[in-house]
């Protein structure tokens, strides 16, 4: 009988060793204990603009970031949801998509790998979409009422703009202030909207009206600032 020779054998001993230690270490990077903790490293979500593509200035959208485990990496969402018009790439845990509405969404992200998981919870802000602020309060000069407002419109959208200012007094006749109509062009911040007039003398309510109209959505937005009393002197 012809028995196959040690160096022969070899090859087959190797080979089968090899495929051994690759199994080993398969199983070991697996393995819960040796594989890095999975993390969700991002904090917190940036706000959303209405009608806005999100994350533009991540070019494509916001992502999700992690770090440990063993990938590949999964994303979803277990509670909660994002607004209408957005999405979650599981594969990427890129956020993208524009907003259909506003407010604040509160969701729980469930991050996983072959062998661990994570969840963490964040809530998305979608931005009011018409603010205005005071630039120069309503105030008395002389026989008038000077001031000026600011007005911003947070959507992707143009919005037609009425802006109206009345004077009321104590028997509620109403004067005007200011009145404008116009295009508030998307995205616009702090447009500046002044408004004054001569008033006989008397006690007066400021009341500023903004009123934003997009026509592609007919949504109508409104806003309204008010003063106290403000006192215009008889002239001696």
């Not at 697996?30 to 959303?48: C, R």
């Not at 494509?60 to 992690?66: I, V």
Request: aromatic share 8%; glycine share 10%; hydrophobic share 40%.
């Amino acid at each position: 009988m012809n028995y196959p020779s040690y160096n022969s054998r070899m090859p087959n001993v190797v080979r089968c060793a090899a495929l051994l230690f690759l199994a080993a270490a398969a199983e070991w990077a697996q393995s819960p204990g040796a594989a890095p903790p999975l993390t969700i490293v991002t904090k917190q979500l940036p706000p959303a603009s209405l009608w806005s593509p999100y994350g533009l200035e991540h070019r494509y959208g916001f992502s999700l970031q992690a770090e440990g485990g063993v990938g590949p990496h999964h994303w979803r969402i277990v509670s909660g949801s994002l607004p209408r018009g957005m999405e979650l790439d599981g594969a990427s845990g890129m956020i993208s998509g524009s907003p259909e509405q506003t407010g604040q969404f509160e969701l729980s992200i469930l991050l996983g790998d072959n062998v661990q998981s994570v969840k963490k919870k964040y809530i998305l802000k979608v931005e009011t979409p018409l603010i205005i602020r005071w630039d120069s309060k309503a105030a008395v000069n002389g026989n008038r009422i000077d001031g000026s407002i600011k007005v911003s419109n947070q959507t992707g959208r143009d919005f037609d703009l009425t802006f109206i200012v009345l004077a009321v007094n104590d028997i509620g006749r109403a004067t005007a202030l200011g009145y404008q109509h116009f295009r508030l062009k998307r995205e616009t911040r702090d447009f500046q909207l002044p408004f004054g007039q001569t008033l006989s003398p008397g006690n007066y309510v400021v009341n500023v009206d903004v009123v934003g109209e997009e026509p592609i959505s007919n949504q109508i937005f409104r806003t309204r600032l008010v003063t106290g009393k403000e006192s215009i002197a008889e002239t001696p």
